[in-house]
């Protein structure tokens, strides 16, 4: 199985900040890697998939870089909606595997 | 509008066998796999596996195989994840989702099922 691997864990930020998540794949993913976004008591919302492509709806703010084995999620600028608990997951083989998450709150 | 509807929460003793629904509007139903995806309380998401409503083939995740059955109704544009054998570990949010148009990413999503196992 693909191990994915979330850094940081959580992290306390200001609206207005420029914030970077970063997902390490223990091999290679190719371009398959995606980005969820979760707010309590709310499943789970695709924000970026194949690695930079921005699911439709979704604000320009939020990109997606990587390939390979690193991958990273920006948003540009944190707005008040953002705070929430962002997941990447690998589509490169079943089974699929999530990272543990990363918690993003208010500083 | 793309819609993935689930049966409400369920309170099983252990040992026992659990069924989830999933309802699909909008699309069409055989045309897209549907996986299933659970979150134990404050926990991340587990992969359980998929299947093909067209043809009726799985795919489980290891961990699951055995104890999991994934099945479909094509008249009533449904899918089902029952899971046997359950223990208090189990207790979580079940999702069901699919991959309608991002490539190879669940971009639709049911709204979860809570199953609670306590004796």
């Known amino acids: 199985d693909i191990q994915m691997t979330q850094s940081p864990s959580s992290l306390s930020a200001s609206v207005g900040d420029r914030v970077t998540i970063t997902c390490r794949a223990s091999?290679?993913?190719?371009?398959?890697l995606n980005w969820y976004q979760q707010k309590p008591g709310k499943a789970p919302k695709l924000l970026i998939y194949?690695?930079?492509d921005l699911q439709s709806g979704v604000p320009s703010r939020f990109s997606g870089s990587g390939s390979g084995t690193e991958f990273t999620l920006t948003i540009s600028s944190l707005q008040p909606e953002d705070f929430a608990t962002y997941y990447c997951?690998?589509?490169?083989?079943?089974?699929?595997?999530f990272g543990g998450g990363t918690k993003v709150d208010i500083k | 509008q793309v819609q993935l509807v689930q049966s409400g929460a369920e309170v099983k003793k252990p040992g026992a066998s659990v069924k989830v629904s999933c309802k699909a509007s909008?699309?069409?139903?055989?045309?897209?796999?549907m996986h299933w995806v659970r979150q134990a309380p404050g926990q991340g998401l587990e992969w359980m596996g998929w299947?093909?409503?067209?043809?009726?083939?799985?795919n489980y995740a290891q961990k699951f195989q055995g104890r999991v059955t994934m099945t479909r109704d094509t008249s009533i544009n449904t899918a089902y994840m029952e899971l046997s054998g359950l223990r208090s570990d189990d207790t979580a949010l079940y999702y069901c989702?699919?991959?309608?148009?991002?490539?190879?990413?669940?971009?639709?999503w049911g709204q979860g099922t809570m199953v609670t196992v306590s004796s």
């Open positions: 989702a699919s991959i309608l148009q991002a490539l190879d990413a669940l971009d639709f």
């Open positions: 909008g699309y069409t139903f055989i045309g897209y796999y």
């Open positions: 299947i093909n409503p067209n043809s009726g083939g799985t």
């Open positions: 091999q290679s993913v190719s371009s398959y």
């Open positions: 194949t690695a930079s």
């Open positions: 997951q690998q589509s490169y083989s079943t089974p699929l595997t």
